[in-house]
């Protein structure tokens, strides 16, 4: 069994209900001879930054789409998803957030994800760009009204004019700031990443902002010190795509506990090569690799229980640190203090992994899926 600070051999798990009831070792357990699984035992995965996958979206004003996403990445080991939504016309982002509020009341998904439309033109992405505009506080009070006490997560891009008022509203209602798709320097980005929660959250580091330079650390460097400093928490996509090996590795050399691995992932994940759609715009895969029609990576293809395999063959992480990585560490950030772990008194989701570190058996709140 592996947790967010251990590794205990021969460990068993109790459940009652949907919450873990205790954790022994095989020794002090009586029914150790009938043990139903064997693999390495971890938490069920936190996915706080996913736009969907087989073939289903989370950019959509369709509850059972969105219903249907979820389930594909529980079953893969995810079993918490925010459910992200990218740029569109402001209309629509309220409708597809009011409909994914309904979702996320049902228990399906943990919360929303808003990323957009307050980015950086210069650094959109996979982002339309059509639809991007400054910070508004008009549009931030119709989303959270929309998102009905749901929305988790916003990415805006902290040089755009307007920023700070949306951050200080949007703080104030319980909503996690994240930073990205941003064009800002070292100096607006470190300034912009404060300590006390209004930017608490680095969305996709590295990706969507300038590249790491020695002589222009930019918003690379910047989210990495404010990280090592135990101050805000960078995800990384682990597919393999968006950032090579050896960039993940060092993001966990500089700030360990403060890593969320996230997919990024977008409807084709799951499914093969083939043309899909992330928002508003047509998406072409292939060999894995998700674009828009401009060139830029449209999202991942690939699930979480990927992305800690990637970070511990790739990245040489220990199994205890990529666990924190993919569900504890997530869990922390959007306050979620039920889950991304393995103790009595959370609720019971487990992973089993095969020796591969493949999932071989998932449950989620004490059901196995």
């Known amino acids: 069994m592996v947790t967010s600070e251990r590794v205990l051999d021969d460990a068993v798990i109790e459940i009652s209900g949907d919450r873990i009831r205790d954790i022994r070792t095989v020794e002090q357990y009586s029914g150790a001879g009938s043990l139903p699984f064997r693999g390495t035992v971890i938490p069920g995965l936190v996915d706080i930054h996913n736009h969907g996958g087989h073939g289903h979206r989370f950019d959509t004003t369709d509850p059972e789409q969105a219903r249907a996403a979820a389930r594909y990445h529980h079953r893969q080991g995810s079993t918490t998803v925010l459910a992200s939504i990218v740029t569109a016309d402001v209309d ?7 409909a994914l509020a309904g979702v996320a009341a049902g228990g399906e998904i943990a919360g929303i994800h808003v990323e957009g439309p307050f980015l950086s033109q210069v650094r959109c992405g996979a982002q ?4 991007l505009i400054d910070p508004d506080p ?4 119709r989303l959270l009204e929309a998102g009905g006490g ?11 004019p ?7 509203r949007l703080a104030g209602a319980g909503v996690v700031v994240a930073l990205g798709h941003s064009d800002a320097g070292y100096d607006r980005f470190r300034a912009a990443l404060v300590p006390d929660g209004h930017a608490a959250l680095v969305t996709h580091l590295a990706n969507g902002m300038a590249p790491l330079h020695h002589r222009d650390p930019g918003a690379v460097a910047a989210a990495l010190v404010r990280a090592a400093a135990g101050e ?16 993940g590795a060092l993001v966990f050399a500089t700030a360990p506990d403060r890593v969320a691995l996230i997919t990024d992932a977008m409807q084709a994940a799951g499914l093969p090569d083939g043309q899909y759609r992330l928002g508003p715009q047509t998406v072409r895969v292939e060999a894995g690799v998700a674009r828009v029609p401009s060139g830029a990576i449209a999202g991942g293809t690939s699930t ?3 992305c800690l395999r990637w970070a511990v063959l790739e990245c040489g992480i220990g199994l205890v640190e990529a666990v924190r990585a993919a569900a504890t560490t997530p869990a922390r950030v959007i306050g979620a203090d039920g889950i991304g772990d393995l103790r009595p008194g959370l609720r019971a989701d487990v992973v089993i992994l095969d020796e591969d570190l493949r999932p071989r058996e998932v449950m989620r709140g004490g059901r196995w899926l």
């Open 232 to 247: 805000v928490v960078v995800e990384l996509i682990g597919d393999g795509v968006h950032v090579e090996s050896g960039f």
């Open 128 to 131: 339309d760009p059509r639809h």
């Open 162 to 168: 307007g920023s700070e008022v949306v951050a200080d």
């Open 150 to 160: 749901w929305l988790r997560v916003l990415t805006l891009a902290p040089e755009l």
């Open 304 to 306: 979480l229980a990927a």
């Open 138 to 141: 008009v549009v931030a009070e």
């Open 92 to 98: 629509t982002m309220v409708a597809q957030t009011a």
